[in-house]
């Protein structure tokens, strides 16, 4: 999907520097204000219609996690593990039967079935394997730049503007920063919107392994980055995320404690929007910026609904 040629952006009151020295703050994830920001969602380990496929004495897809990833020591002990579980759970089940199959086939879809199969899944083994991936997110050397489609959401100013005292920048996407981040090591590179899922279409960890059984990480990566649970729908979010691993600092990117910050031209700016809250000294710097580089300068004031609207200051 295109990215719309206009997103915004919201500062606290604490980056009124932005003013004076133009730079978006590219963050790590720990840094999000959402506890499960980028962690992946994941309903299960094996889809249903594996566990079915195992049971019917189909051949076990075990995964070749990648010698990077901090499951790759215990692995195939966690997939022997949990398909012994399985075969003994069956067994014990029908244990008197003279053919599985047919039994099987008709228990596993009830709530009964489900209940007996995928609580060995579910309750014992995910919960450790999400803490694995988790582990390597966070280590990952990423960098995150949030953008969204609503300027005047007032949940976003009091959460995001430091309970309207902070500003919204107005940002033109087809400058060649939203493109040229991606390439070979930096596929994720591209600004892309957000989706927003319920934990109830979320995927399986086999979902993210290849039929000769490698474990696809990078696909399980972008997921994490850009999907989110549904009750933060109302943001409308962008991002564009890149791996940071290896970059050198130069005269446009300098490390901090929060992630990157990579200095903009002034005319990626197409529009400036104090918060309601905002101070005269944050006001005064906003004037001179917008007048400088004829930007458009908006006040936000409340209505009457209790929503906000921008207004034009004159310069």
């Known amino acids: ?31 999000f204000n959402d506890f499960f920001d980028c962690a992946p969602q994941i309903q299960g380990v094996y889809r249903p219609d594996y566990i079915k496929s195992f049971l019917m004495g189909s051949i076990i897809l075990r ?28 067994i014990d089940l029908f244990k008197n039967s003279q053919d599985l199959a047919p039994q099987i086939i008709t228990f596993i879809d009830t709530p009964k079935g489900q209940k007996e199969f995928f609580e060995i899944d579910k309750y014992k083994h995910l919960p450790r394997i999400i803490n694995k991936i988790n582990s390597q997110l966070k280590n990952q050397f990423l960098a995150i730049f949030c953008l969204t489609e609503n ?65 696809r990480y990078n696909a399980l990566l972008r997921d994490a980055i850009f999907t989110k649970q549904t009750i933060w729908s109302f943001e409308k979010e962008w991002r ?51 007048t400088k580089h004829d930007t458009p300068l908006f006040q936000m004031v409340p209505t009457p609904d209790q929503e906000f609207t921008a207004e034009p200051v004159i310069l």
Request: glycine content about 4%; overall charge neutral.
């Open 1 to 31: 999907m295109p990215a719309p040629q206009r997103l915004y952006k919201f500062f606290s009151d604490a980056r009124t520097s932005f003013f004076d020295s133009p730079q978006f703050l590219f963050r790590h994830p720990e840094q």
């Open 151 to 215: 300027a005047t959401n007032k949940v976003m100013w009091a959460q995001y503007a430091n309970d309207n005292k902070g500003f919204v920048l107005e940002i033109n996407t087809e400058n060649n920063l939203f493109h040229e981040i991606k390439d070979k090591k930096n596929s994720l590179g591209c600004l892309k919107k957000v989706a927003y899922k319920p934990i109830s279409k979320a995927r399986f960890v086999t979902d993210y392994i290849t039929p000769n059984g490698d474990f």
């Open 63 to 90: 995964a070749k996690i990648p010698p990077l990833s901090p499951m790759h020591n215990d692995s195939n002990e966690f997939y022997n593990t949990f398909d012994a579980e399985l075969e003994s759970k069956c």
């Open 240 to 290: 564009i995320a890149f791996i940071t691993e290896g970059l050198l600092p130069s005269n446009n990117v300098t490390r901090c404690d929060a992630g990157l910050l990579i200095s903009v031209p002034s005319s990626i700016i197409k529009g400036v929007y104090l918060g309601t809250r905002a101070s005269d000294e944050m006001r005064d710097s906003a004037i001179k910026f917008c």
